[in-house]
Structure formats: structure tokens, C-alpha cells
């Protein structure tokens, strides 16, 4: 009754959790859920003021698939000043947030036997997206401190490679891949004539070093780059459904195509607010990202306490990914049923390894109140010690 392709999608897991956790919480439980990459800060006011704008002024209706102009054109001088990417509004699509866009990317680029490469730990949703395209997920498993390197992907290239995806900052890890080693890759994909899908959303989410975007390393590897971003990490807009693709306009063009019989444009209002995050003040933006970083701090210190545990400080993005392998015997067999006991025992909510393809490490958040934290990390200690 059910087709093959949706029989075979796994859901995704940190979603699934999440549901769990609202669950628990409404039936009266005491969650602390350091789950979702969602930030805890409010939408920044000026971008509220520009979708309630939007609505008085009845721009209510269908816009263009591609997204408005205005915000297009917006999106390339932001690729422009910040990205060193130069863009024609094009050469733009605007979707219903960047997971759609990555969809879109794996359905325009990949035929069935094709093979895209996904180095691991990595988001779920990048390889049930590549079989939704018929397309096999080749997997690269990084070791710590899982910085993505040009020796890592040279071993996994074969002439079926089609694409190449990169997410840097990472989910889970938060690691980020050095400017000399995105300009060996794209030597690698140029060489190879593969195409790179760059996943940029963390990329405001950095604590000590600059943002690089691969396609703004010449123009041969821009010709084969589409660059996807957005604004729910970056703005606090995840439930406003707002990313970006930018690449080659054929490919761009058929990403669009696509859109017109699936979507169609994503939420005219929501379009004007990423138009005001955009040209707006980025104070909010800076704001945050300073308060993770003091969150940031404040896990590393509390972490360190725990001998039976460790971590690589994040680099980017609001996730730590916890090495729990000591913490592993007879009674947890891997880290997903470690994760599972410390929700039914302690009340925390935090993500498996086995959700990133990589058993015997959790992922935590600190997109979460410091309060939350605080109370999270006490009952995590509680947990460990109970443990031993």
C-alpha cells in the first residue's frame, strides 16, 4: 500500500525525540530538553515589526517560486560582502527553509546509482534525502577532533561520485573544515568534476574563527558548488520557513522548476521578515551568539568534571558531541539505550550517537536557557555517578 521509498525513510530522530520530550512534559514529567537545535531567543524585534508590516499591507498572496526580488537581491549582496560569492538573483531560490532547498539540491543533481559522500557524524536528514533521490549516501567516518580532510574524501572517490556534502559548522560535532582544506577538496572536486552542496546554516555560530564558503575559492569549484543557508539558526526563525540555494543557474533554475509543483513559494510574510533580518541591524545576531559562547564556556568547565567522559570543544554551531564509551557496559549495551535511561531516570533529553550514524557519544545543545543547563548538567553528574 505504501511505497517502497517512504517504507524505507527513517523519521527523523531528533524530531521524534522532541515529541517524546512534549509528551513526558505534558503528562506532568520534569524534562530538561537539550535536545533541539532550536535557539531559545525570540525572533529579533525589527524582523516581527516587518512580517506584521507585510500582513497590514495585505502582502498575503502568492509570490514568485523563486521568492521575492527584493529579497534575492538581498541575499546576493549578503554572498557578496560577507561570502565573497559573487550571485545574480538568478541565480537565487528561496524555499521553505534549507531543508527543503537540500531536497530540492538532491533531486535536481542525483540519478539512481549515483553516490554522494557524507562524512560522519552527520545530520540524518542528508542521507534519507539522498535516497529519496535514488542516489546510494557513501559514508566517511571522521575520528576526533572530526575535522573533514582532503585524505579523508580521496579514499571514498569513484566515477559514480555525483556530489560532495559539506556542513561546516558541523551537527553534531561542531567542528569546522580549515580554509586549506576546502581549497585542497575543491582542487578534488574540480579535478573529479563533482558537485559540492555546501550546508552553511551554522555559519554565524562560530566562536574563534572566520567563516570560509567553499565557492568563493575561484570560480571553477563555484560553478559546482550550491551553497545552502538560511535564517533559523542565525535569526531565531525555525518555525518561519525561510532558506536560501545559491549556485549555477541551470541547476538553480531546475531547483525552482521542482518548487513550482511541490511548494510552491514559501510564506509570502516570512519573506519580508528574512528580508528585515537581512538588511537590518545584526546587534540580536551578535547578542546571541555571545551568549553561546558563554554557555559554551560554562559546559566545558562542567564537563571536565566528569572523568568518565569526553569532548572536543565545539568550534561552531550551539552542540557538543559527548564520547560516552567508558560509560558503556552490561546494563547500556550502546549510547542510544545510555540516552534513553538518562530521560526514564534523570529527566534529561539529549541525542544518541547512533541518530548521527556514530554510536557511543551523545549530542547536547546549549541552545537552551542557562537555567536549563545548569539543571541538566546536575542531573547528568547524578546520572554518571549512579552509573558507577
Not at 559546482?224 to 518561519?240: D, E, P, R, V, Y
Not at 540516552?339 to 557511543?360: D, I, R, T
Amino acid at each position: 500500500m505504501i511505497s517502497k521509498r517512504i517504507r524505507q525513510l527513517k523519521p527523523s530522530p531528533t524530531l521524534s525525540l522532541d515529541f517524546k520530550v512534549k509528551q513526558l512534559q505534558a503528562a506532568g514529567a520534569s524534562v530538561v530538553n537539550l535536545g533541539l537545535g532550536e535557539p531559545d531567543f525570540s525572533t529579533p524585534i525589527h524582523v516581527q515589526k516587518a512580517a506584521i508590516a507585510a500582513i497590514k499591507a495585505g502582502f498575503t498572496h502568492y509570490t514568485a517560486t523563486a521568492g521575492i526580488f527584493e529579497l534575492r537581491k538581498a541575499i546576493c549582496k549578503k554572498l557578496l560582502q560577507e561570502n565573497r560569492i559573487s550571485y545574480h538573483p538568478s541565480e537565487i531560490a528561496v524555499g521553505v527553509g534549507s531543508k527543503q532547498l537540500l531536497y530540492n539540491a538532491f533531486q535536481v543533481l542525483c540519478e539512481k546509482g549515483d553516490e554522494v559522500i557524507v562524512p560522519v557524524p552527520t545530520w540524518s536528514t542528508y542521507i534519507e534525502q539522498i535516497k529519496l533521490s535514488e542516489a546510494k549516501p557513501v559514508f566517511v567516518y571522521l575520528k576526533e577532533p572530526f575535522a573533514l580532510t582532503v585524505e579523508d574524501l580521496k579514499k571514498q572517490i569513484t566515477p559514480k561520485t555525483k556530489a560532495i556534502i559539506l556542513n561546516s559548522p558541523s551537527n553534531p560535532t561542531g567542528a569546522i573544515i580549515d580554509k586549506e582544506q576546502l581549497i585542497k577538496i575543491a582542487r578534488l572536486a574540480v579535478k573529479n568534476n563533482i558537485f559540492i552542496i555546501s550546508d552553511e546554516i551554522y555559519e554565524k555560530i562560530i566562536f574563534n574563527k572566520g567563516h570560509c564558503s567553499i565557492a568563493s575559492l575561484g570560480e571553477k569549484i563555484s560553478n559546482l558548488t550550491i551553497t545552502i543557508n538560511g535564517f533559523s539558526k542565525s535569526h531565531a526563525m525555525t518555525g518561519w520557513r525561510v532558506g536560501y540555494a545559491a549556485g549555477p543557474k541551470k541547476i538553480i533554475e531546475a531547483m525552482i522548476s521542482l518548487q513550482t509543483q511541490t511548494t510552491s513559494n514559501t510564506s509570502s510574510i516570512s519573506q519580508k521578515a528574512a528580508l528585515a533580518a537581512l538588511i537590518g541591524s545584526d546587534n540580536p545576531v551578535k547578542y546571541m551568539v555571545s551568549e553561546f559562547k558563554k554557555r559554551r564556556s560554562y559546559l566545558i568547565k562542567e564537563f571536565l568534571k566528569i572523568k568518565e567522559i569526553s569532548f572536543i570543544p565545539p568550534q561552531g554551531a550551539f552542540y557538543f558531541f559527548i564520547n560516552i564509551k567508558k560509560l558503556l557496559d552490561k546494563r547500556f549495551k550502546n549510547s542510544e539505550e545510555w540516552c534513553q535511561n538518562l530521560l526514564e531516570k534523570e529527566g534529561v533529553s539529549v541525542v544518541p550517537g547512533e541518530a548521527f550514524m556514530y554510536p557511543g557519544y551523545f549530542r547536547i545543545s546549549f541552545a537552551a536557557p542557562m537555567k536549563n543547563l545548569k539543571e541538566g548538567i546536575k542531573r547528568i553528574k547524578n546520572f554518571v555517578q549512579k552509573c558507577n
